[in-house]
C-alpha cells in the first residue's frame, strides 16, 4: 500500500511539471512571432511577413487595393467575353484585340505589386527588373494603338483593322522585352553580379524606351481632338487624361526612387513601397480612365444612321413624299380616289369648254356691234 502511495504522489507532481513545460513552449512561440510580425502565423516564412504584418501596415493595404485591381481586371475581360458575339459595328469589333492586350498588360501590373511586397531575392529582383519595363511599355504600347485608331476615326471615319492595332502594339513591347534581356545578361551573366544589387539609376536608365513611348503617346493623343466626325472625341479626351496622370505618376515615383528616399534617409526602407505604390496607382488610372469607358462604348448599342434624331436642329427635314408611295392604302380606298379624280378631271374639262362657249359668244357678239355700227355710219 504504501508502494502505491509513492507512485500516485509522484505522478500527482509529474502532471504539473508537464503543464508548465507546455505553457512555456507555448508563450516562447507566440513572443516569438510577435517579436518578428504581430498579424501572421507560426509557419510563415520570413519573406512574406509584409503581407500581414500589422506594424507594416503598407504592404497590407497595397495588397488589398491590388486584389481589388485583379478582380475589376477579370471582370472587364469576362465582359467583353460574354459581350463579344453581340458586337456587329466594325468599328468597335476591330480594338477588341488591343483591348484584351492593355487588360492583361493592367493585369500584369496588380500582379507584379506582390513582388515588390516580399522581401527581394535573386529570383524576385529578376523578376522584378524584367517586367516592369515590359508590362508597362505593353500597355502603352496598346495607348499608342488606340491613338492610332483614333486620329483615323476622328479624320477619316474609319479605323484599321484589328490585326494592324495588335501587331503595332505587340512590335513595339518587342523593343522592351530586348532591352531588358539585354541589362540582365550584361549586369548578371558578363560582369557576374547578384541581381538584387543594381542602382535605382541603373534601373530608371533601362526604362528610358517606355518614357519615350509614354511622352510620344501623349503627344500623339492630342490630335484625336481634331477631325469632322465628333463622336469619337469623347475616347480621345478619355485616353488624355490617362496618359496625363500617368506622366504625373512616372515623374512623382522617379523623384521619390531615384532623390527622395536618400534625401530622408530611407533608401532601403521606402524603395519597395514607393515601387508597388506607382505600380498600383498607374493600373488604377488604367482601369478606370482607359479601360472601363471603352469597354462601356464597346458594348454599348451603336445607334442606327437612319434613325432620325428629332431633337437635333442641324439635320436635314424628313424628304415629303406622296402618302400613297410609303403607306399601302386599302383598295377601296384607291379606287375611290381613283373614282374622285375622274370627276375632278370631268368638271375641269366642263369648265373649259363653258369658258370657250362664253368667249365664243361674246366674240360673235361683238362682231355683231361692230358691224351694226358700221352700217348706221
Sequence with gaps: MLGIALSSDRKMKTYPAIGFFLLFVISYGSSENSSTSRGCGLDLLPQYVYLCDLDAIWGIVVEAVAGAGVLTTLLLMLILLVRLPFIKDKEKKSPLGIHFLFLFGTLGLFGLTFAFIIQEDEMVCSTRRFLWGVIFALCFSCLLAQTWRLHRLV?????????????????????????????????????????????????????????????????????????????????????????????????????????GNAELKRRDKWSDPTLAIALVSSGWVFVIFHAIPEVHCTILPSQQENTPNYFDTSQPRMRETAFEEDIQLPRSYMENKAFSMDEHNAGKNLLKKTVFFCSSQENHLYALFFRCSKQGS
Design 155 to 259: 479624320r477619316h471615319g474609319k479605323s484599321p483593322s484589328g490585326w494592324h492595332l495588335a501587331g503595332v502594339a505587340i512590335c513595339l513591347m518587342l523593343v522592351q522585352v530586348i532591352i531588358a534581356t539585354e541589362w540582365l545578361i550584361l549586369t548578371i551573366v558578363r560582369d557576374n553580379k547578384l541581381a538584387c544589387s543594381y542602382e535605382p539609376m541603373d534601373f530608371a536608365m533601362a526604362l528610358i524606351y517606355v518614357m519615350f513611348l509614354m511622352v510620344f503617346t501623349m503627344g500623339f493623343s492630342l490630335f484625336t481632338l481634331c477631325g469632322k466626325f465628333k463622336k469619337w472625341k469623347k475616347n480621345g479626351v478619355c485616353l488624355i487624361i490617362t496618359l496625363f496622370f500617368s506622366i504625373l505618376i512616372w515623374v512623382a515615383w522617379m523623384t521619390m526612387y531615384l532623390f
